[in-house]
Protein backbone atom coordinates (compact mmCIF):
# COMPACT_ATOMS: atom_id res chain seq x y z
CA UNK A 1 0.00 0.00 0.00
CA UNK A 2 2.76 2.37 0.87
CA UNK A 3 4.61 1.42 -1.94
CA UNK A 4 1.98 3.36 -4.31
CA UNK A 5 1.82 6.54 -2.66
CA UNK A 6 2.93 9.38 -4.67
CA UNK A 7 6.23 10.59 -3.59
CA UNK A 8 6.12 14.40 -3.26
CA UNK A 9 9.80 14.71 -4.36
CA UNK A 10 9.36 13.30 -7.37
CA UNK A 11 6.54 15.46 -9.21
CA UNK A 12 6.68 18.14 -10.99
CA UNK A 13 4.18 21.85 -9.99
CA UNK A 14 1.69 20.10 -12.66
CA UNK A 15 1.59 17.09 -11.17
CA UNK A 16 1.19 18.40 -7.63
CA UNK A 17 -1.67 20.64 -8.80
CA UNK A 18 -3.20 17.33 -10.45
CA UNK A 19 -3.11 15.69 -7.28
CA UNK A 20 -4.42 18.52 -4.86
CA UNK A 21 -7.15 18.39 -7.66
CA UNK A 22 -7.61 14.92 -6.95
CA UNK A 23 -8.45 15.63 -3.34
CA UNK A 24 -10.50 17.82 -3.82
CA UNK A 25 -8.50 21.52 -2.89
CA UNK A 26 -7.62 24.55 -5.24
CA UNK A 27 -4.44 25.21 -7.33
CA UNK A 28 -3.15 27.17 -4.52
CA UNK A 29 -2.69 24.60 -2.18
CA UNK A 30 -0.05 23.05 -4.46
CA UNK A 31 1.99 26.29 -4.57
CA UNK A 32 1.80 26.01 -0.97
CA UNK A 33 2.77 22.67 -0.57
CA UNK A 34 5.97 23.19 -3.18
CA UNK A 35 6.79 25.96 -0.61
CA UNK A 36 6.80 23.88 1.92
CA UNK A 37 8.53 21.58 0.99
CA UNK A 38 11.26 23.79 -1.26
CA UNK A 39 11.76 26.97 0.65
CA UNK A 40 10.97 26.08 3.82
CA UNK A 41 12.16 22.67 4.04
CA UNK A 42 9.46 20.63 5.96
CA UNK A 43 9.85 16.62 5.94
CA UNK A 44 6.20 15.75 7.30
CA UNK A 45 2.82 17.22 6.79
CA UNK A 46 2.19 18.38 10.36
CA UNK A 47 4.61 21.51 9.90
CA UNK A 48 2.39 22.46 6.87
CA UNK A 49 0.46 25.07 9.47
CA UNK A 50 -0.44 27.08 6.50
CA UNK A 51 -2.89 23.95 5.27
CA UNK A 52 -6.09 23.59 7.13
CA UNK A 53 -5.44 20.53 9.75
CA UNK A 54 -8.12 18.23 7.70
CA UNK A 55 -6.30 18.42 4.63
CA UNK A 56 -2.73 17.82 6.33
CA UNK A 57 -4.52 14.42 8.02
CA UNK A 58 -5.47 13.83 4.70
CA UNK A 59 -2.07 14.30 2.63
CA UNK A 60 -0.67 12.46 5.31
CA UNK A 61 -3.06 9.41 4.57
CA UNK A 62 -2.01 9.80 0.79
CA UNK A 63 1.04 10.74 -0.28
CA UNK A 64 5.08 10.77 1.67
CA UNK A 65 7.45 12.64 1.61
CA UNK A 66 10.25 10.49 0.35
CA UNK A 67 13.80 11.91 2.28
CA UNK A 68 16.73 10.28 2.22
CA UNK A 69 17.74 8.64 5.30
CA UNK A 70 21.35 9.52 6.75
CA UNK A 71 23.17 6.25 8.46
CA UNK A 72 26.74 7.58 8.33
CA UNK A 73 29.06 10.74 8.17
CA UNK A 74 32.45 11.21 7.94
CA UNK A 75 34.78 15.10 7.46
CA UNK A 76 37.67 14.99 5.81
CA UNK A 77 41.03 15.65 7.27
CA UNK A 78 40.92 19.07 6.12
CA UNK A 79 37.46 19.36 7.75
CA UNK A 80 36.36 20.91 4.08
CA UNK A 81 33.74 18.24 2.88
CA UNK A 82 31.54 16.57 4.70
CA UNK A 83 30.23 13.10 3.46
CA UNK A 84 26.93 11.55 4.30
CA UNK A 85 26.26 8.14 3.49
CA UNK A 86 21.73 7.62 2.96
CA UNK A 87 19.93 4.42 2.66
CA UNK A 88 16.70 4.71 0.60
CA UNK A 89 13.27 3.52 1.00
CA UNK A 90 14.26 0.04 -0.49
CA UNK A 91 17.80 -0.03 1.65
CA UNK A 92 19.91 0.79 -1.59
CA UNK A 93 22.54 3.49 -0.27
CA UNK A 94 23.89 6.52 -1.78
CA UNK A 95 26.19 9.44 -0.85
CA UNK A 96 26.43 13.05 -1.03
CA UNK A 97 29.74 15.19 -0.46
CA UNK A 98 29.12 18.82 0.98
CA UNK A 99 32.15 20.55 0.34
CA UNK A 100 33.15 24.37 2.41
CA UNK A 101 34.94 27.04 0.84
CA UNK A 102 35.61 29.53 3.58
CA UNK A 103 35.92 32.71 1.69
CA UNK A 104 35.30 34.22 -1.63
CA UNK A 105 39.10 33.73 -2.97
CA UNK A 106 39.30 30.27 -2.31
CA UNK A 107 36.06 29.39 -4.16
CA UNK A 108 37.57 31.99 -6.79
CA UNK A 109 40.76 29.85 -6.66
CA UNK A 110 38.84 26.05 -6.86
CA UNK A 111 37.82 27.61 -10.38
CA UNK A 112 35.48 25.30 -11.25
CA UNK A 113 32.60 27.88 -12.80
CA UNK A 114 34.03 31.13 -10.66
CA UNK A 115 30.66 32.42 -9.25
CA UNK A 116 30.37 32.68 -5.94
CA UNK A 117 27.53 34.22 -3.90
CA UNK A 118 28.81 36.03 -0.68
CA UNK A 119 31.68 35.02 1.50
CA UNK A 120 30.94 31.28 1.46
CA UNK A 121 30.58 28.68 -0.81
CA UNK A 122 28.68 25.52 -0.09
CA UNK A 123 28.72 23.07 -3.15
CA UNK A 124 26.49 19.45 -2.82
CA UNK A 125 28.06 16.11 -4.75
CA UNK A 126 25.10 13.96 -4.93
CA UNK A 127 24.18 10.68 -6.60
CA UNK A 128 22.37 10.09 -9.63
CA UNK A 129 22.37 6.09 -9.62
CA UNK A 130 23.24 3.55 -7.32
CA UNK A 131 26.30 2.35 -8.58
CA UNK A 132 27.22 2.63 -12.38
CA UNK A 133 27.43 0.29 -15.53
CA UNK A 134 29.88 2.64 -17.12
CA UNK A 135 32.66 0.29 -15.28
CA UNK A 136 35.37 3.45 -14.95
CA UNK A 137 38.14 0.58 -13.99
CA UNK A 138 39.57 3.58 -11.55
CA UNK A 139 36.08 4.67 -10.12
CA UNK A 140 34.42 2.59 -6.77
CA UNK A 141 31.59 3.44 -8.35
CA UNK A 142 32.04 2.03 -11.20
CA UNK A 143 33.49 -1.50 -9.52
CA UNK A 144 29.89 -2.15 -8.25
CA UNK A 145 27.91 -1.87 -11.47
CA UNK A 146 24.56 -0.51 -11.56
CA UNK A 147 22.22 -1.58 -8.93
CA UNK A 148 19.09 0.81 -10.12
CA UNK A 149 18.86 4.60 -11.02
CA UNK A 150 17.40 7.40 -8.73
CA UNK A 151 14.23 9.31 -8.58
CA UNK A 152 13.91 12.47 -9.21
CA UNK A 153 12.86 13.10 -5.54
CA UNK A 154 15.36 10.40 -4.64
CA UNK A 155 18.54 13.30 -6.39
CA UNK A 156 16.25 16.15 -5.17
CA UNK A 157 16.38 15.37 -1.35
CA UNK A 158 20.11 14.65 -1.35
CA UNK A 159 20.14 18.54 -1.61
CA UNK A 160 17.31 19.42 1.09
CA UNK A 161 19.79 17.21 3.41
CA UNK A 162 22.14 19.49 2.79
CA UNK A 163 20.34 22.91 2.95
CA UNK A 164 18.87 21.35 6.21
CA UNK A 165 22.05 21.20 7.54
CA UNK A 166 23.72 24.86 6.57
CA UNK A 167 20.80 26.73 7.55
CA UNK A 168 20.97 25.73 11.13
CA UNK A 169 24.19 28.12 10.29
CA UNK A 170 22.37 30.73 8.59
CA UNK A 171 23.95 29.19 5.22
CA UNK A 172 22.57 27.85 1.89
CA UNK A 173 23.42 25.29 -0.81
CA UNK A 174 25.03 27.89 -3.41
CA UNK A 175 26.30 24.92 -5.69
CA UNK A 176 25.28 21.53 -6.78
CA UNK A 177 27.44 18.96 -8.99
CA UNK A 178 26.28 15.66 -10.26
CA UNK A 179 29.15 14.16 -9.43
CA UNK A 180 28.45 11.49 -7.05
CA UNK A 181 27.44 8.08 -7.71
CA UNK A 182 26.17 7.02 -11.33
CA UNK A 183 26.41 8.65 -14.24
CA UNK A 184 23.56 11.29 -14.70
CA UNK A 185 23.30 11.21 -18.46
CA UNK A 186 22.47 7.65 -18.48
CA UNK A 187 19.14 8.20 -16.15
CA UNK A 188 18.72 11.53 -17.74
CA UNK A 189 14.83 11.88 -17.13
CA UNK A 190 15.13 11.68 -13.30
CA UNK A 191 17.77 13.84 -13.11
CA UNK A 192 16.52 16.53 -15.59
CA UNK A 193 13.52 16.13 -13.43
CA UNK A 194 15.80 17.21 -10.43
CA UNK A 195 17.46 20.09 -12.20
CA UNK A 196 14.15 21.73 -12.62
CA UNK A 197 12.92 21.17 -9.05
CA UNK A 198 15.89 22.79 -7.99
CA UNK A 199 15.76 25.76 -10.35
CA UNK A 200 11.82 26.53 -9.73
CA UNK A 201 12.03 29.90 -8.64
CA UNK A 202 9.17 29.40 -6.51
CA UNK A 203 10.73 26.77 -4.83
CA UNK A 204 14.60 25.92 -4.48
CA UNK A 205 15.40 28.90 -6.87
CA UNK A 206 19.02 27.89 -7.75
CA UNK A 207 20.45 29.61 -10.83
CA UNK A 208 21.23 27.17 -14.07
CA UNK A 209 24.73 28.70 -13.53
CA UNK A 210 25.08 26.84 -9.90
CA UNK A 211 24.23 23.62 -11.33
CA UNK A 212 26.98 21.15 -13.04
CA UNK A 213 26.12 17.98 -14.21
CA UNK A 214 29.40 15.38 -15.11
CA UNK A 215 29.07 12.80 -17.19
CA UNK A 216 31.59 10.61 -18.58
CA UNK A 217 30.60 11.81 -22.34
CA UNK A 218 27.51 9.86 -23.23
CA UNK A 219 26.94 11.70 -26.72
CA UNK A 220 23.32 11.46 -27.06
CA UNK A 221 22.95 12.72 -23.54
CA UNK A 222 25.09 15.45 -24.54
CA UNK A 223 22.92 16.56 -27.15
CA UNK A 224 19.72 16.10 -25.43
CA UNK A 225 20.90 18.30 -22.53
CA UNK A 226 21.65 21.13 -25.00
CA UNK A 227 18.02 21.34 -26.45
CA UNK A 228 16.94 22.17 -22.69
CA UNK A 229 16.19 25.18 -21.56
CA UNK A 230 18.17 25.69 -18.59
CA UNK A 231 21.97 26.07 -19.41
CA UNK A 232 23.43 24.40 -16.68
CA UNK A 233 27.33 23.87 -16.15
CA UNK A 234 28.71 20.87 -18.10
CA UNK A 235 31.87 18.74 -16.86
CA UNK A 236 33.32 16.11 -19.22
CA UNK A 237 35.22 13.58 -17.43
CA UNK A 238 37.73 12.94 -20.33
CA UNK A 239 41.25 10.92 -18.96
CA UNK A 240 42.39 9.88 -22.13
CA UNK A 241 43.66 12.15 -25.07
CA UNK A 242 43.57 9.57 -27.53
CA UNK A 243 41.26 6.17 -27.76
CA UNK A 244 43.63 4.16 -27.53
CA UNK A 245 44.61 5.22 -24.15
CA UNK A 246 40.95 6.40 -22.96
CA UNK A 247 39.69 2.93 -24.03
CA UNK A 248 41.46 1.36 -21.36
CA UNK A 249 39.93 3.37 -18.77
CA UNK A 250 36.88 4.08 -20.04
CA UNK A 251 34.90 1.15 -21.19
CA UNK A 252 32.16 3.33 -22.49
CA UNK A 253 34.55 4.80 -24.80
CA UNK A 254 34.77 2.14 -27.41
CA UNK A 255 30.71 3.30 -27.89
CA UNK A 256 31.79 7.09 -27.94
CA UNK A 257 34.44 7.69 -29.49
CA UNK A 258 36.91 10.67 -28.44
CA UNK A 259 36.28 12.91 -31.65
CA UNK A 260 32.52 12.78 -31.56
CA UNK A 261 32.48 13.92 -27.63
CA UNK A 262 34.41 16.78 -28.29
CA UNK A 263 32.24 17.66 -31.20
CA UNK A 264 29.37 17.49 -28.73
CA UNK A 265 30.99 19.33 -26.06
CA UNK A 266 31.86 22.32 -28.54
CA UNK A 267 28.67 21.64 -29.64
CA UNK A 268 27.27 22.70 -25.92
CA UNK A 269 29.39 25.34 -25.18
CA UNK A 270 28.38 27.29 -28.55
CA UNK A 271 24.57 26.52 -27.52
CA UNK A 272 24.75 27.62 -23.85
CA UNK A 273 28.06 29.98 -23.75
CA UNK A 274 29.20 28.39 -20.88
CA UNK A 275 33.01 27.30 -20.21
CA UNK A 276 33.37 23.52 -19.83
CA UNK A 277 35.02 21.84 -17.13
CA UNK A 278 37.35 18.90 -18.26
CA UNK A 279 38.10 16.30 -15.73
CA UNK A 280 41.31 14.24 -15.69
CA UNK A 281 42.28 11.38 -12.99
CA UNK A 282 45.88 11.40 -13.13
CA UNK A 283 46.98 7.86 -13.36
CA UNK A 284 50.45 7.21 -13.06
CA UNK A 285 52.45 5.86 -16.64
CA UNK A 286 48.19 5.49 -17.92
CA UNK A 287 47.48 9.05 -18.37
CA UNK A 288 50.16 11.09 -16.96
CA UNK A 289 52.83 11.73 -19.64
CA UNK A 290 53.60 14.57 -21.47
CA UNK A 291 51.89 12.76 -24.71
CA UNK A 292 49.06 13.42 -23.20
CA UNK A 293 49.10 16.35 -21.98
CA UNK A 294 50.59 17.55 -25.47
CA UNK A 295 47.14 15.82 -27.14
CA UNK A 296 44.68 16.39 -24.73
CA UNK A 297 46.21 20.44 -25.25
CA UNK A 298 45.55 19.80 -29.02
CA UNK A 299 41.53 18.30 -28.69
CA UNK A 300 40.67 21.12 -26.85
CA UNK A 301 42.67 24.19 -28.35
CA UNK A 302 40.23 27.00 -28.74
CA UNK A 303 37.31 25.66 -26.57
CA UNK A 304 36.33 27.75 -23.63
CA UNK A 305 37.18 25.08 -20.79
CA UNK A 306 38.67 24.36 -17.53
CA UNK A 307 40.82 21.29 -16.82
CA UNK A 308 40.70 20.02 -13.74
CA UNK A 309 43.41 17.30 -12.82
CA UNK A 310 42.56 15.11 -9.82
CA UNK A 311 45.61 12.61 -8.93
CA UNK A 312 44.31 9.32 -8.89
CA UNK A 313 42.49 7.97 -5.06
CA UNK A 314 43.40 4.72 -4.78
CA UNK A 315 40.12 1.98 -4.85
CA UNK A 316 40.19 -1.46 -3.68
CA UNK A 317 39.86 -2.69 -7.31
CA UNK A 318 42.24 -1.44 -9.60
CA UNK A 319 46.19 -1.58 -9.20
CA UNK A 320 46.63 2.06 -10.59
CA UNK A 321 49.11 4.10 -8.81
CA UNK A 322 48.92 8.25 -8.04
CA UNK A 323 51.41 10.38 -10.24
CA UNK A 324 54.24 11.69 -7.79
CA UNK A 325 53.42 15.67 -7.16
CA UNK A 326 56.13 16.80 -9.75
CA UNK A 327 54.72 14.25 -12.03
CA UNK A 328 51.27 16.14 -11.84
CA UNK A 329 52.75 19.70 -11.88
CA UNK A 330 55.18 18.61 -15.23
CA UNK A 331 51.43 17.69 -16.50
CA UNK A 332 49.89 20.80 -15.03
CA UNK A 333 52.35 22.99 -16.51
CA UNK A 334 52.54 21.39 -19.86
CA UNK A 335 48.76 22.23 -20.81
CA UNK A 336 49.24 25.75 -19.24
CA UNK A 337 51.97 26.27 -21.28
CA UNK A 338 49.53 25.73 -24.23
CA UNK A 339 47.32 27.83 -23.13
CA UNK A 340 45.01 25.99 -21.27
CA UNK A 341 43.76 26.88 -17.87
CA UNK A 342 44.14 23.93 -15.09
CA UNK A 343 43.87 23.31 -11.98
CA UNK A 344 45.92 20.76 -10.07
CA UNK A 345 43.56 19.62 -7.18
CA UNK A 346 46.25 18.57 -4.63
CA UNK A 347 43.91 17.83 -2.00
CA UNK A 348 44.19 14.50 -1.25
CA UNK A 349 41.50 11.56 -0.14
CA UNK A 350 37.80 12.98 0.50
CA UNK A 351 38.76 16.41 0.18
CA UNK A 352 38.10 16.44 -3.71
CA UNK A 353 34.69 15.23 -5.07
CA UNK A 354 36.41 12.70 -6.63
CA UNK A 355 36.26 9.82 -3.66
CA UNK A 356 32.24 10.07 -4.39
CA UNK A 357 31.59 6.45 -4.04
CA UNK A 358 33.87 5.26 -1.88
CA UNK A 359 32.22 6.33 1.54
CA UNK A 360 29.69 3.69 0.94
CA UNK A 361 32.45 0.81 -0.32
CA UNK A 362 34.23 1.83 2.95
CA UNK A 363 31.50 1.04 4.90
CA UNK A 364 29.56 -2.33 3.34
CA UNK A 365 31.92 -3.12 0.44
CA UNK A 366 30.97 -3.11 -2.68
CA UNK A 367 27.62 -4.91 -2.60
CA UNK A 368 24.53 -4.17 -0.88
CA UNK A 369 24.75 -5.22 2.56
CA UNK A 370 23.61 -4.45 5.90
CA UNK A 371 25.43 -1.77 7.69
CA UNK A 372 27.97 -2.17 10.42
CA UNK A 373 26.61 -0.06 13.44
CA UNK A 374 30.13 0.98 14.58
CA UNK A 375 29.86 3.45 11.36
CA UNK A 376 26.34 5.10 11.80
CA UNK A 377 26.40 8.64 12.03
CA UNK A 378 26.70 10.85 14.51
CA UNK A 379 24.00 13.59 14.45
CA UNK A 380 26.40 16.42 15.43
CA UNK A 381 27.25 17.90 12.02
CA UNK A 382 29.56 20.73 13.54
CA UNK A 383 33.37 20.00 12.25
CA UNK A 384 35.62 18.55 14.46
CA UNK A 385 37.69 21.22 15.79
CA UNK A 386 41.34 21.06 15.06
CA UNK A 387 43.46 19.28 17.95
N1 LIG B 1 29.73 9.56 -13.95
C1 LIG B 1 30.10 10.93 -13.98
C2 LIG B 1 29.97 11.63 -12.65
C3 LIG B 1 30.39 10.87 -11.44
S1 LIG B 1 32.11 10.51 -11.30
C4 LIG B 1 31.50 11.09 -14.51
O1 LIG B 1 32.20 10.10 -14.66
O2 LIG B 1 31.86 12.22 -14.83
C5 LIG B 1 32.75 12.11 -10.80
C6 LIG B 1 34.24 12.28 -11.06
O3 LIG B 1 35.00 11.48 -10.15
C7 LIG B 1 34.67 11.83 -12.46
O4 LIG B 1 35.47 12.80 -13.08
C8 LIG B 1 35.43 10.59 -12.17
O5 LIG B 1 36.34 10.29 -13.18
C9 LIG B 1 36.08 10.90 -10.85
N2 LIG B 1 36.61 9.73 -10.15
C10 LIG B 1 36.02 8.53 -10.04
N3 LIG B 1 36.80 7.68 -9.34
C11 LIG B 1 37.91 8.36 -8.99
C12 LIG B 1 39.11 8.03 -8.27
N4 LIG B 1 39.29 6.81 -7.77
N5 LIG B 1 40.03 8.97 -8.11
C13 LIG B 1 39.86 10.22 -8.62
N6 LIG B 1 38.77 10.59 -9.32
C14 LIG B 1 37.79 9.68 -9.51
FE1 LIG C 1 30.43 5.79 -13.66
FE2 LIG C 1 31.60 8.21 -13.53
FE3 LIG C 1 32.51 6.15 -12.05
FE4 LIG C 1 32.87 6.15 -14.70
S1 LIG C 1 33.73 7.61 -13.21
S2 LIG C 1 32.18 4.42 -13.46
S3 LIG C 1 30.99 7.09 -15.38
S4 LIG C 1 30.55 7.12 -11.85
Request: glycine content about 8%; some cysteine.
Amino acid sequence: MTNDKPRLLDLNPAELEALMAALGEPRFRARQVWDWLYRQLATDFDAMTSLPKSLRAQLAESAVIDMVEPVAETWSADRMAQKFLFRLRDGQLVESVLMHYEDEAAAVADADEGVTRGAGRHTVCISSQVGCAMGCVFCATGQMGLLRNLTPGEIVAQVLYAERILRRDGARVTNVVYMGMGEPLANFNAVWRSVETLHDPHGFNLGARRITLSTVGLVPGMRRLAEQDLPINLALSIHGATDEVRDTIVPINTRYALADIIAAARDYIAKTGRRLTVEWVLIQDVNDTPQQAERLADLLRGMLVHVNLIPLNPTAGYDGKTPTPARSLQFRDTLAARGIPTTLRMRRGIDVQAGCGQLRTQIVGGRPTSINPTLIATTDHRPPTTG
